[in-house]
């Protein structure tokens, strides 16, 4: 095999998440309109531009559209016939690779119009490298808490436990992982349960405040008695989609910042595009502490924050290039309030930016951080870490 490993990793990844997602939302086939419309750019550049492509179109999201189901097939299918050109390509040097791919993706079965994609073994198995000890002489290594990370997400389906037990090995000691809704809210606390590094939170996110009543608070609430459940969240506003109405999201926010003051935990708050709102809102109850996760606001916004006794979380969003305002609020926070997390699958930190997420990648951005700041990664992954703990009461 004479592909780079880094070229191997990017085709797994396109492969095992377009196999995934068409294997969840068309368990009995994916329908496919036949044209095999081909790559028309630099074929070295093939799977990376699938995989932006992928990034850009967010299947995952059209999936929650039934409106949108034609769309979703579209671009799986146009997905498929990328993986299957991708093969070919690697069939002369690496016919096994391009056996493996054609056996997940099926060509469209003639007559039907449907193509078989189903998941399987990752592409690619590396064992993981066993490390030697360290003796005691060498300086520590850093260790970190991704304090946002969605690993019940669909991205994660076709290789969750490989991916889970690959950060351990990157030196990530925790992961918090936050619900989107009842459904991801459970998953978030079964993963919880049956990994001793996570812990979890449940909430409803703006984006699901449409489709959640008393029934559904109800059950967040019933999850909060759980000792792994150790947040709620993740709850706010998202101006920037309005993938629900303002009021709705509003009134979702507020009666989950009412169950934190009733629970004593903390909140963690998504808040894209409506800073004003946010801190109107969280000023009514000012027995509630919480992190701004995923920060996007100006220096001030952070000190504002600050002020009232809130904790800041950066994603790898900072080190994109046109973040300077952001980069001024990454240096305002003062050191026992700041904290990192990767917002996985979503936002992966430069250069793997448009790549599926994962926390391994979290040593980017504090050392991006470090840097920003003056100090060096294993100190900031520490202080960072032990923020974590202190927030949470891990
Ligand atoms: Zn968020
Ligand atoms: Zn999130």
Redesign the pocket.
Known sequence: MSAAPSTNEALSSLVDRTAAICARFFPDGLPSNGSTSPYLGDPSRLVISALEYLEKKEPWTMAKHPEQRGELAATLDLLCTRCLEAARAREPDDPETARRIRERIGEVEAGSGMRRVRTGEPLFYTPPVESPLAPPDLPSLPRYFDTHAHYDDIQFDGDREETLKHIRDAGVELVLVPGCDVKSSLAASQLAHTHSFIYAAAGI?PHEASGAGESELREIAGMLGDLRVKAIG?IGLDYFYDLAPRDVQQQIFRRQLALAQETGLPVIV?DREAHGDCLKIIDEFPDVCGVF??FSGSAEYAEELVRRGWFISFTGSVTFKKASKLLLAAKAVPDERIMIET?SPYLAPEPYRGRRNDSSMLRRTCAFLAELRGTDPVSFAELTLENGKRFFGI
Request: with cysteine.
């Open positions: 996110h993740e998504h996760h995923c917002d």
